[in-house]
């Protein structure tokens, strides 16, 4: 008998590509970024420009995931997101083993200097100023994240996975809530994550994921 199929896409995407995200992003470039601009200006524009640069990031990946997904022959699809999936999973587990104390000491410093530089060349100021830093900051700093691939990677998988509102509204939950967290509490969270840690958690969700994709390319061949 074929595996089963996840029996709702829409909500299999929203709870897989909340987790990705979450985990992904806590400790991130772009969350000690949105930690350091809410510290020197109001919590509320930064969230507004930081929000709004992940959301255009996220629209881009999901945009380049499809349209990658559509080049390719449908008879492929589960296969390639399989192989995707497992590859990405592994690369970010054998990443993590490389990963020390200070890691995310570092993302903090490199994300410090990135804000500073911003602000030496901010030559306006108020709430709509407020809001372009932010938004150019991190929108520059998620281009090529593992964010980014992840959603690339997650809009690869096939429609009876992961339906697109579900990646959709479960992407943009998980920016919301990583940044939020940023803008109230990224002092308190700041020193307490453990890059190594979530590195591992994204890998393991990751090869999850190429189970899933592997397990339904195994029943597309079965149901021939």
Excluded: C
């Excluded at 996220?58 to 590859?87: D, K, N």
């Excluded at 520059?140 to 096939?158: C, K, M």
């Excluded at 969270?189 to 958690?201: A, C, T």
Aim: no cysteine.
């Amino acid at each position: 008998m074929a595996p089963p199929l996840p029996s709702d896409p829409g909500l299999a995407a929203f709870g897989s590509s909340l987790t990705a995200i979450t985990l992904a992003e806590l400790g991130d470039k772009t969350f000690f970024m949105a930690l350091i601009l809410a510290v020197r200006h109001s919590a509320r524009l930064v969230f507004v420009g930081a929000f709004a640069a992940l959301a255009a990031v996220t629209l881009l990946s999901l945009g380049v995931g499809y349209g990658l997904r559509e080049l390719l022959p449908q008879s492929l699809v589960p296969w390639i997101a399989a192989v995707l999936f497992l590859g990405f999973g592994l690369k970010l587990l054998v990443d993590a083993q490389g990963l020390g104390a200070g890691a995310a000491k570092e993302e903090a410093d490199e994300a410090e200097e990135a804000v500073n530089a911003a602000e030496q060349a901010q030559k306006q100021s108020g709430p709509w100023a407020v809001i372009w830093e932010a938004f150019a900051l991190v929108f520059v700093a998620e281009l090529g994240d593992r964010t980014q691939f992840a959603t690339i990677l997650l809009a690869t998988a096939p429609a009876q996975v992961f339906s697109f509102a579900g990646l959709l509204a479960g992407t943009l939950a998980g920016h919301a809530l990583v940044t939020w967290l940023a803008v109230g509490a990224g002092k308190w969270i700041g020193g307490r994550v453990n890059e190594q840690l979530l590195y591992r958690l994204s890998g393991g969700l990751f090869v999850a994921f190429g189970l899933v994709s592997l397990l339904q390319a195994l029943a597309s061949v079965a149901g021939r």
